[in-house]
């Protein structure tokens, strides 16, 4: 009995240390994420987010760093509700290095928190989007892209490729940027990351012969990830290819999903009739 009482205190004290580490832990979360996951020469960059405990009067300090040097820093206001935003012009001296710069937020000393983006130099006209893909026969999703030296024209699907084909008009020497939705496109092998092919033609024919070019892969997560593609002047088509694309909802599939929801509304009704008589 005796020991049965230790036991007891023990599991009680043990769930009890639980529960304060779990609560401090949500207590001292600082949320932080920026406008765009690439900016450039002369862009603003923002950033926001929210901490869970608020301190009145206390500014959250925000510092950007690129490597081990301090690029910019600032002080704001945090509001009642927690949350607080900031920007930061990206031009001048100290932003003359291309690669990853680092968020730093910080507004005690245990509520702290950093994210990424990357920072590309380059004098040229960008334009940035989200171009609607084509499923066949079901709907569209989603690639995020920012073009340097052009435009995009159109982005389409093959399916029998594993491969999105994007065209495009350069003007000058430049870079694409492709943020691409792991749910509908990717590269993997054995459940893990692989490389893309990319192929790069210069013919207005898209049968034309393509040339493997390298790529540079800048920023990953659960959901996404963005590739940045170099491209020269006069560029046509540009072929991403991965190893599984959305599959295709065909007419023998959409059969197949009206005779599953048949048998379910045939099924429920039943149940309703049962239920009843």
């Known amino acids: 009995m005796h020991n049965r009482r230790i036991f ?3 599991l009680t004290l043990t769930l009890a240390i639980g529960m304060i580490f779990q609560a401090a832990e949500a207590v001292d979360e600082v949320a932080l994420s920026t406008s765009n996951d690439i900016y450039y020469n002369g862009d603003h960059v923002v950033i926001f987010g929210n901490v869970n405990t608020f301190f009145e009067n206390l500014p959250i300090t925000i510092q950007i ?11 704001v206001p945090v509001a009642k509700d927690g949350t607080f935003v900031s920007s930061f ?10 690669g ?3 968020i730093r937020a910080q507004y005690t000393p245990t509520q702290i928190a950093e994210t990424t983006f990357e920072f590309f130099g380059q004098a040229i006209d960008k334009s940035s989007a989200v171009f609607p893909v ?3 026969n079901s709907g569209t999703f989603d690639v995020g892209y ?6 995009v024209k159109n982005i389409i699907m093959n399916q029998e490729r594993y491969s999105l084909i994007i065209e495009t008009i350069m003007t000058s020497n430049g870079n694409l940027v492709l943020k691409l939705p792991r749910d ?3 590269a993997q092998n054995d459940d893990a990351d692989t490389t893309f092919i990319i192929l790069i033609s210069k013919q207005n024919n ?9 790529y540079e892969e800048i920023a990953v997560s659960p959901d996404y990830r963005t590739i940045r593609i170099p491209l020269e002047e006069g560029d046509k088509w540009v072929e991403v290819i991965g190893t599984y694309v959305i599959p295709e909802f065909g007419s023998m599939v959409a059969i197949i999903l009206v005779v599953a929801v048949s048998s379910a509304i045939i099924v429920s009704k039943s149940k309703f009739s049962v239920r009843y008589n």
């Open 65 to 75: 760093y690129h490597e081990t040097n301090l690029v910019s820093v600032d002080q």
């Open 146 to 151: 920012t073009v340097r030296g052009g435009e």
């Open 134 to 136: 084509d499923i066949p």
């Open 206 to 214: 898209m049968a034309a012969d393509f040339t493997q070019v390298e």
């Open 89 to 98: 012009y990206a031009t001048g001296s100290k932003w003359k290095d291309e």
């Open 8 to 10: 007891c205190v023990i």
């Open 100 to 102: 990853t710069y680092t």
């Open 184 to 186: 509908s496109f990717d």
